[in-house]
């Protein structure tokens, strides 16, 4: 098993440009989460899913949209990019229920916004 | 959930023991605790967790104490491979959301 993948690896962006950053898990888990961590900081969850085609807001969810039309994929939008946006992004995916809080976590996506 | 408090660094020597503490004072009856790490720039690793009872599994230990006010998990025998940050995580199971801290940087020294 690949476990969590996340595209592109690396991203720099400018203020204003969208883009989307692709996770994706091939262990048929139910739910799935995006993660921002800034320097030195811990993670901040943005949005998550309990299954294909729920999402729900997170600690931090402005200036990002989610979707979950499959049980595999969970794309993170940007729309309009902000400096505020420089970032390490994980995505996580857990079985769910009792098992939400083991997480299997992508190797992330470094995106910076100038 | 319950506030977490972590000492923000720890030095270990390799192949003895590292014991890293985790505060939960206000730990209520439903909220159990985990334990993540991260290794430089890459994706947090589930380690172990428990509510009452002490846990083992291949990585670590986790002794919860009698009054679950604080655990301590213990890797038996640190290897170069184990630094990282450590993170103690009080959850219920009323809310699906992670809420990491600044966690413990552990530095395991050769």
């Known amino acids: 098993n690949a476990g969590v993948t996340q595209t592109p690896k690396f991203r720099i962006l400018k203020i204003g440009q969208s883009m989307t950053l692709q996770c994706a898990q091939d262990?048929?888990?139910?739910?799935m989460y995006w993660y921002r961590q800034d320097p030195g900081m811990g993670l901040k969850l943005i949005y998550y899913?309990?299954?294909?085609?729920?999402?729900d807001k997170g600690e931090v969810p402005n200036g990002y949209n989610v979707s979950r039309s499959t049980t595999e994929d969970f794309p993170l939008r940007l729309e309009l990019a902000a400096p505020s946006q420089t970032s390490v992004y994980f995505c996580?995916?857990?079985?769910?229920?009792?098992?939400?809080?083991?997480?299997?976590f992508g190797p992330g996506t470094r995106l910076t916004v100038t | 959930d319950a506030k977490t408090t972590q000492p923000p660094s720890m030095d270990c020597a390799e192949g003895r023991a590292a014991n890293l503490p985790c505060n939960h004072s206000?730990?209520?009856?439903?909220?159990?605790v985990y334990w993540y790490r991260q290794i430089h720039s890459q994706g947090p690793q589930y380690i172990i967790h428990?509510?009452?009872n002490n846990e083992t599994n291949e990585m670590a230990s986790l002794i919860i104490t009698e009054d679950r006010k604080s655990s301590t998990l213990i890797l038996p025998h640190a290897t170069l491979r184990d630094t990282a940050v450590y993170y103690c995580?009080?959850?219920?199971?009323?809310?699906?959301?992670?809420?990491f801290g600044t966690g413990t940087l552990l530095a395991v020294q050769p």
């Open positions: 995580i009080v959850i219920s199971g009323a809310t699906n959301k992670l809420i």
């Open positions: 428990g509510l009452k």
């Open positions: 899913s309990v299954g294909a085609g729920i999402t």
């Open positions: 206000t730990i209520s009856g439903n909220e159990y």
């Open positions: 262990m048929n888990h139910n739910y």
């Open positions: 996580a995916s857990s079985w769910g229920g009792a098992h939400s809080y083991e997480q299997y």
